[in-house]
């Protein structure tokens, strides 16, 4: 069972990277404020790079900002740890 500290971790396929999609992301991350931290990995053909967003991208890791991201992104690019 994930732990408060765990992060929501956030698959980014290289595809869909678009400004518009980094700008909803950001919007919906902020919508959530709270102390959990958020880890996003950029998905591409040269493999997982794992993105800095900065303390300013906590969380509160409720079902709601869950369910929001995955709605946004993709059931499976978004969980917990």
């Known amino acids: ?6 992060p929501v971790v956030v698959d980014l396929p290289a595809e869909i990277c678009s400004n518009g999609m ?13 102390g959990t931290p958020v880890r996003v990995r950029m998905l591409s053909s040269n493999g997982v ?8 991208y906590r969380v509160d890791g409720s079902e709601g900002l869950l369910s929001e991201l995955r709605r946004l992104l993709g059931r499976d690019h978004v969980r917990v740890g």
């Open 1 to 6: 069972m994930p732990g408060p500290s765990d």
């Open 22 to 34: 980094v700008a909803k992301l950001k919007e919906t991350l902020a919508a959530y404020p709270g």
């Open 49 to 56: 790079t794992t993105l800095n967003i900065g303390e300013g």
